[in-house]
């Protein structure tokens, strides 16, 4: 068999950084092999971390907190982590998980959410504030309102003290919860652990909202109205609340902006073995290199937006040798 050139684009998901998600430019891949002489379309592989902390609404860990908002059963298709959500009060632990200064996944009203891609570049669209979906690919899975008031049952967690008493100081208990969702904390300086040094901003009508200079979405930026602001707040909940959402939105607007002129495989890192194109993969690879077009293209999309996110390891190095071989 003669081997053919092959380059592996292993992208670290849960590292995209969010303020990127709004520029989104065609890559300059060559044609012309480095190395060698001929003109042969580019080959990347995209290889999805599917592992079951892509769930996760924090990021970094704080080795505790999960979700943020009371999950829906298998919202990603896969076994989740129970229905462990910090309370809305104005405590110290609630308070930092829901400020983008300690969470870089939370909500940060200097960026625009813009929807995900399309196969063919296009905007999947705003999501309605009033019904803003859980998963934007299952939308059977339901939705939130995030203009009025929740009430959930869930694991309700609440702590009030600094860095040395956490985790172990977490009291919870399983209850009804009236909560307003729209909400997200300004840090204004001072030790991060004492809820004093936030500022609770609630998304609310009749107000207006200070974003950021690039607020693409507020036709007056920095200032924002009710109705931009609870758009953008809501498309933050569907497309990026989470690791995997967030890495799909990137990944998504990356991918749908390029043309038909390179080849993609597929990949994920706990992908069980399977014959592929008459060859047996240890693991990994899910689709073999594919021209980027027609139902490629679409399968493509489908893999990245569809994938089961279940309680599965992360088995990187392994996945990447995979992949390569």
């Known amino acids: ?36 002489g001929g003109s042969v379309a580019p080959n990347v592989v995209l ?20 979700y943020l908002y009371p999950p829906r059963d298998n919202v990603y298709g896969g076994n989740d982590y129970g ?17 983008p200064h300690v969470n870089k996944v939370y909500y940060n009203p200097e960026v625009t959410y813009v929807p995900w891609s399309d196969s063919d570049g296009s905007s999947m669209g705003d999501v309605s504030p009033s019904c803003a979906p859980h998963n934007p690919d299952n939308t059977s899975l339901g939705c939130r309102n995030l203009t009025q008031n929740n009430t959930e049952a869930a694991n309700w967690e609440y702590y009030n003290g600094g860095s040395g008493g956490f985790p172990g100081g977490v009291w919870t208990n399983y209850q009804n919860h009236t909560f307003y969702p729209a909400v997200y904390y300004r840090y204004t300086g001072g030790d991060s652990w004492n809820a004093s040094n936030y500022q609770r901003i609630e998304i609310r009508s009749g107000s207006n909202y200070t974003g ?24 933050w909940y569907s497309y990026y609340r989470s690791r995997i959402l967030a890495a799909r ?15 993609v495989g597929f990949a994920a890192i706990n992908q069980g073995g399977k014959t592929l194109d008459n060859v047996w993969s240890d693991q990994a690879m899910i689709t073999g290199v594919r021209p980027f077009s027609g139902s490629n293209r679409d399968n493509f999309f489908d893999q990245l937006y569809g994938r089961n996110i279940g309680q599965s390891g992360t088995p990187l190095r392994s996945a990447t040798k995979n992949v390569g071989d």
Do not use: H, K
């Open 1 to 36: 068999m003669t081997n053919r050139p092959l380059f592996s684009l292993v992208l670290a998901v849960t590292l995209f950084a969010l303020n990127s998600f709004a520029q989104a430019a065609t890559l300059s891949l060559s044609n012309v092999p480095l190395y060698l």
């Open 47 to 66: 290889t999805l971390d599917d592992s079951g902390s892509m769930q996760w609404e924090n990021m970094p860990d704080d080795n505790w907190t999960y």
């Open 83 to 99: 229905r462990f959500v910090p309370f809305f009060t104005n405590a110290s632990y609630n308070v930092r998980i829901r400020s």
């Open 212 to 235: 950021g200079p690039d607020r693409e979405d507020c036709a007056n930026a920095p200032v924002c109205t009710y109705q931009e602001e609870i758009q953008n707040f809501a498309n």
């Open 249 to 263: 939105a990137g990944i998504g607007r990356a991918f749908g902006s390029q043309g038909q002129g390179m080849r």
